[in-house]
């Protein structure tokens, strides 16, 4: 997002991209099936979210970039080496988050607030969802918050199951209303548009208006984590980076390690330097501004591997708090079978390849009134139904067949294929001191450079709430008339996910009103370094249930606005 809102303003902008180069066009393996696939496409160690998921050269263990965990951690970290990062592969599901959640310590006392407020971000989110093309409704519940008239495009109807979920989970309490994706279900209106979104730029409008005919509407029937060659989804690889180029402006360099910002005598950033990976080189490139987006722990990583005798403790790190208040997603999920869904006539249930339906966080006024015993809420989504089989579809037969074989077997997948639903909740993490990341002393990656070591800690909140997301998801099942495949837990340590198995870690660099508690100011930018920004999670001050790519996109884009002004005033550049 950077990238391209400086380089539409006229500025030379460099890109270095650890990863290789990559084209979602030719390379997106969206029309490949299954069973062309080794395993029928199942997950493997290079590969764990199935054999074409869109992350090249990354995942879960990236070769010869390693991380460590301090005793008693088990964090784990997913990262991309490819140009566009995590957004070719991500679920696309992008919720704003409300008014409570730039002020949770106001709200309950945990954690801090952000510097900013929902209506200062709130101009951003229309424009962003406009820019990236995202469908759902126009619901306008307790924090969360709808979007302005004509800016989301229409959401695809409810499948079946959606609709039988939201009939059972309704009188629960529980609200099912559209979901949120960066799909587009319409073209973008790509005479318009431009126009609006960047007024009195014609070179904007032009790359931008280029880039929307560009772009086709989803056609419903294949899966977006292995990419959309059709550019109806949201990956920086086919929406942001072509247009930025387009403008000239643009050059990135791709395998391009970066190890540190380099400051010069005046406090300022000179530029960064970094290993060609090709070359196994170390580079230096100057630079009037610095912008580090390389996801918030990596972000990290580079300040505080950027020493000198000037900045002992890395750069913009006087508060000391850069690494620290880490935060992933709080998750936990559990399946069931439904009997009403058995023997379904055969019909097309893919969709966008996600929910097209969830249940957005629903009891702010039980958590007020002291009724639940965990802070912050969760959302929930959620799915199930006849989508295209793959390995793993009837995984679940055996426990229902016990060991049937042949026709008997066959007749029983009829049967059931379809039957049953899954839950994951999706809620807030606490910002608490024992989960932060910082430099193994120790341990260096292939090129040289030192790697992270993660602490992590849940607190009782999230644990609670993991258990809290069991039980909902048990009563839910069993109101369907179905069967939970698994008795709830009921010990939070067991419900809940890893830490980062979620994949939205943020935090790391927070933002604050005071540079003695905080890394960055409310635009994103070093209290100590003025010509440094960050334009990822990192500057995230609290993690809200709602996924965080969208307000990433928001905030990078509010940034480069901020950037740009002190630019044109002189006070940095
Ligand atoms: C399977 C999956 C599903 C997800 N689903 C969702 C979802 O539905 N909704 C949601 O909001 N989020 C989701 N996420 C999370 C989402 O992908 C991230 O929040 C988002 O991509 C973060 O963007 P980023 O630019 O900070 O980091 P990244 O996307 O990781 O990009 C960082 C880039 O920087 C490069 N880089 C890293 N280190 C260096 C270095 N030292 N030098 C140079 N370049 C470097 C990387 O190669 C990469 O290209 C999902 C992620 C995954 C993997
Ligand atoms: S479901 Fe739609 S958006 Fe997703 S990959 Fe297929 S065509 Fe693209």
Same mark, same amino acid.
């Given at each position: 997002?950077?990238?391209?809102?400086?380089?539409?303003?006229?500025?030379?902008?460099?890109?270095?991209?650890?990863?290789? %180069?990559?084209?979602?066009?030719?390379?997106?393996?969206?029309?490949?099936?299954?069973?062309?696939?080794?395993?029928?496409?199942?997950?493997?160690? $290079?590969?764990?979210?199935?054999?074409?998921?869109?992350?090249?050269?990354?995942?879960?263990?990236?070769?010869?970039?390693?991380?460590?965990?301090?005793?008693?951690?088990?964090?784990?970290?997913?990262?991309?080496? =490819?140009?566009?990062?995590?957004?070719?592969?991500?679920?696309?599901?992008?919720?704003?988050?409300?008014?409570?959640?730039?002020?949770? @310590?106001?709200?309950?006392?945990?954690?801090?607030?952000?510097?900013?407020?929902?209506?200062?971000?709130?101009?951003?989110? /229309?424009?962003? $969802?406009?820019?990236?093309?995202?469908?759902?409704?126009? /619901?306008?519940?307790?924090?969360?918050?709808?979007?302005?008239?004509?800016?989301?495009?229409?959401?695809?109807?409810?499948?079946?199951?959606?609709?039988?979920?939201?009939?059972?989970? !309704?009188?629960?309490?529980?609200?099912?209303?559209?979901?949120?994706?960066?799909?587009? !279900?319409?073209?973008?209106?790509?005479?318009?548009?431009?126009?609006?979104?960047?007024?009195?730029?014609?070179?904007?409008?032009?790359?931008?208006?280029? %880039?929307?005919?560009?772009?086709?509407? #989803?056609?419903?029937?294949?899966? #977006?984590? +292995?990419? #959309?060659?059709?550019?109806?989804?949201?990956?920086?690889?086919? &929406?942001?980076?072509?247009?930025?180029?387009?403008?000239?402006?643009?050059?990135?360099?791709?395998?391009?390690?970066?190890?540190?910002?380099?400051?010069?005598?005046?406090?300022?950033?000179?530029?960064?330097?970094?290993?060609?990976?090709?070359?196994?080189?170390?580079?230096?490139?100057?630079?009037?501004?610095?912008?580090?987006?390389?996801?918030?722990?990596?972000?990290?990583?580079?300040?505080?591997?950027?020493?000198?005798?000037?900045?002992?403790?890395?750069? %913009?790190?006087?508060?000391?708090?850069?690494?620290?208040?880490? =935060? /992933?997603?709080?998750?936990? *999920?559990?399946?069931?079978?439904?009997? =009403?869904?058995?023997?379904?006539?055969?019909?097309?249930?893919?969709?966008?390849?996600?929910?097209?339906?969830?249940?957005?966080? +629903?009891?702010?006024? $039980?958590?007020?009134?002291? @009724?639940?015993?965990?802070?912050?809420?969760?959302?929930?989504?959620?799915?199930?139904?006849?989508?295209?089989?793959?390995? *793993?579809?009837?995984?679940?037969?055996?426990?229902?067949?016990?060991?049937?074989?042949?026709?008997?077997?066959?007749?029983?997948?009829?049967?059931?294929?379809?039957?049953?639903?899954?839950?994951?909740?999706?809620?807030?993490?606490?910002?608490?001191? /024992?989960?932060? #990341?910082?430099?193994?002393?120790?341990?260096?990656?292939?090129?040289?450079?030192?790697?992270?070591?993660?602490? +992590?800690?849940?607190?009782?909140?999230?644990?609670?709430?993991?258990?809290? =997301?069991?039980?909902?998801?048990?009563? &839910?099942?069993?109101?369907?008339?179905?069967?939970?495949?698994?008795?709830?837990?009921?010990?939070?340590?067991?419900?809940?996910?890893?830490?980062?198995?979620?994949?939205?870690?943020?935090?790391?660099?927070?933002?604050?009103?005071?540079?003695?508690?905080?890394?960055?100011?409310?635009?994103?930018?070093? +209290?100590?370094?003025?010509?440094?920004?960050?334009?990822?999670?990192?500057?995230?001050?609290?993690?809200?249930?709602?996924?965080?790519?969208?307000?990433?996109?928001?905030?990078?884009?509010?940034?480069?606005?901020?950037?740009? $002004?002190?630019?044109?005033?002189?006070?940095?550049?």
């Amino acid at each position: 997002m950077a990238a391209y809102q400086l380089a539409i303003a006229g500025l030379k902008v460099l890109v270095l991209e650890a990863g290789r %180069s990559y084209d979602p066009v030719r390379e997106t393996p969206m029309f490949k099936l299954p069973r062309e696939a080794p395993l029928r496409g199942a997950g493997g160690r $290079e590969k764990p979210f199935g054999f074409y998921d869109a992350t090249v050269d990354g995942g879960w263990e990236v070769p010869g970039e390693p991380y460590t965990n301090a005793p008693g951690t088990d964090f784990r970290w997913w990262r991309a080496r =490819m140009m566009g990062g995590r957004t070719n592969h991500w679920g696309r599901i992008s919720l704003r988050m409300g008014e409570y959640d730039f002020k949770p @310590k106001t709200r309950d006392g945990l954690g801090a607030d952000w510097p900013l407020s929902y209506k200062d971000l709130a101009p951003y989110y /229309d424009k962003t $969802e406009l820019l990236i093309g995202v469908y759902g409704g126009d /619901d306008d519940l307790e924090n969360t918050p709808r979007s302005s008239p004509g800016v989301l495009q229409p959401p695809p109807a409810p499948r079946a199951v959606e609709m039988l979920v939201k009939k059972h989970a !309704t009188p629960l309490g529980i609200p099912v209303i559209p979901a949120h994706l960066a799909i587009m !279900t319409q073209r973008q209106n790509a005479d318009r548009l431009p126009k609006l979104l960047h007024p009195g730029n014609a070179l904007a409008q032009r790359v931008l208006r280029q %880039s929307m005919q560009s772009r086709a509407a #989803c056609f419903y029937a294949t899966p #977006c984590g +292995w990419g #959309c060659s059709i550019k109806a989804n949201f990956q920086s690889t086919t &929406v942001l980076l072509p247009p930025a180029l387009a403008t000239g402006n643009v050059d990135i360099v791709p395998d391009a390690m970066v190890r540190e910002v380099t400051v010069g005598k005046d406090g300022l950033a000179t530029g960064v330097s970094y290993i060609d990976k090709r070359t196994r080189q170390d580079r230096r490139v100057k630079a009037r501004v610095v912008v580090l987006a390389a996801s918030a722990a990596e972000t990290a990583r580079i300040l505080l591997n950027s020493k000198s005798s000037q900045n002992p403790n890395g750069v %913009s790190n006087s508060s000391g708090l850069v690494g620290k208040y880490l =935060m /992933d997603t709080v998750g936990a *999920g559990l399946g069931g079978q439904i009997p =009403m869904l058995e023997n379904l006539p055969p019909h097309n249930n893919d969709g966008a390849s996600a929910m097209h339906v969830y249940m957005p966080w +629903w009891q702010y006024k $039980e958590q007020l009134g002291g @009724k639940l015993d965990f802070a912050r809420g969760y959302h929930v989504e959620f799915g199930g139904g006849r989508g295209m089989p793959g390995n *793993g579809s009837f995984n679940f037969l055996e426990n229902l067949t016990q060991g049937a074989y042949g026709k008997s077997y066959k007749e029983a997948a009829r049967r059931y294929y379809g039957s049953f639903v899954w839950f994951d909740g999706r809620g807030e993490m606490i910002p608490n001191e /024992d989960s932060f #990341c910082e430099i193994d002393p120790e341990v260096v990656d292939q090129w040289g450079i030192p790697v992270l070591r993660f602490h +992590w800690k849940w607190s009782d909140h999230e644990l609670k709430q993991a258990v809290h =997301m069991q039980k909902t998801f048990a009563e &839910v099942i069993t109101a369907m008339g179905g069967k939970p495949g698994s008795e709830p837990q009921t010990d939070g340590n067991k419900a809940i996910a890893k830490g980062g198995q979620i994949i939205h870690e943020v935090g790391t660099c927070r933002m604050g009103d005071d540079a003695r508690t905080s890394v960055l100011n409310q635009y994103c930018q070093s +209290w100590d370094v003025k010509n440094l920004f960050v334009t990822d999670g990192a500057p995230f001050v609290s993690n809200a249930d709602k996924n965080p790519t969208l307000s990433i996109l928001a905030l990078a884009w509010r940034t480069t606005d901020y950037l740009l $002004e002190q630019m044109r005033k002189k006070e940095i550049g």
